[in-house]
């Protein structure tokens, strides 16, 4: 199958979808994860009309986009950060990334506020990353602190809080955990009605998460292959 072939079927996948879901498949952003993978994959997505793509490790990511601009200078991707974020990468991580995905922890939101303040015409469009598991370990915030945690986002005038992030945990029944994602994001909605966007679903389990309102799925190998 061709790069365009398997984006179309995937593109095909989401208004399916969407449409058992009763949404408009408009509503759903397809982001193209092309982490471990050559500046031209996204070169080559590009000139078949694709825009947003997700990388996850800033040192990989930076000199991707470094390079895609070189090379492209008129077609620039639109570029979303999906994973764990290191505060001593925020400073180069605002050199290329439009959306944040996962903004876990107030360590991270200080930083980020720190260096948005240096630059006063830079605006970053986040989701608060949900931790579903019982695991203080991994990255994400508990559902019962986003309130809390989503206050102290609001306060950076700097920061769009777009609404939550979710991954469903591994052996987990993802339309469960993407139900929880739905009913967390009805909460925050209840303090910033405008932040009712949610980032969840991968290529195996994107489907479930369109069922429950997702509006932002991130998929990699189904359209990419295995590098």
């Known amino acids: 199958m061709s790069l365009a072939e398997a984006l179309s079927a995937v593109k095909s996948r989401i208004d399916l979808?969407?449409?058992?879901?009763?949404?408009?498949?408009?509503?759903?952003?397809?982001?193209?994860?092309?982490?471990?993978?050559?500046?031209?994959?996204?070169?080559d997505l590009l000139a078949i009309g694709q825009r947003n793509f997700g990388e996850n490790k800033d040192q990989e990511a930076s000199a991707k986009a470094l390079e895609?601009?070189?090379?492209?200078?008129?077609?620039q991707p639109i570029w979303h950060f999906v994973g764990q974020l290191q505060s001593n990468k925020?400073?180069?991580?605002?050199?290329?990334?439009?959306?944040?995905?996962?903004?876990?922890?107030?360590?991270?939101?200080?930083?980020l506020a720190k260096q948005l303040?240096?630059?006063?015409?830079?605006?970053?469009?986040?989701?608060?990353?949900?931790?579903?598991?019982?695991?203080?370990?991994?990255g994400g915030v508990q559902p019962k602190d986003l309130l809390s945690f989503a206050s102290k986002v609001l306060e950076v005038?700097?920061?769009?809080?777009?609404?939550?992030?979710?991954?469903?945990g591994l052996g987990a029944n993802p339309s469960a955990e993407f139900e929880r994602v739905a009913k967390a994001s009805a909460d925050l909605r209840s303090i910033s009605?405008?932040?009712g966007y949610i980032s969840a679903g991968m290529s195996t389990d994107f489907e479930q998460a369109i069922a429950q309102g997702a509006t932002h799925i991130r998929v990699g190998t189904a359209i990419t292959g295995n590098r």
């Open 17 to 43: 979808a969407a449409k058992q879901a009763g949404r408009d498949p408009n509503d759903v952003e397809l982001i193209v994860v092309t982490k471990t993978h050559p500046a031209q994959l996204v070169l």
């Open 68 to 75: 895609v601009a070189s090379v492209n200078p008129t077609n």
């Open 90 to 111: 925020v400073k180069s991580m605002l050199n290329y990334t439009s959306v944040l995905h996962s903004l876990d922890r107030e360590s991270l939101l200080k930083e």
């Open 117 to 138: 303040a240096n630059r006063p015409q830079t605006s970053l469009d986040v989701f608060i990353e949900l931790n579903l598991t019982d695991d203080p370990g991994r």
């Open 157 to 168: 005038p700097q920061l769009n809080l777009l609404g939550v992030m979710g991954v469903a």
């Open 193 to 195: 009605p405008k932040s």
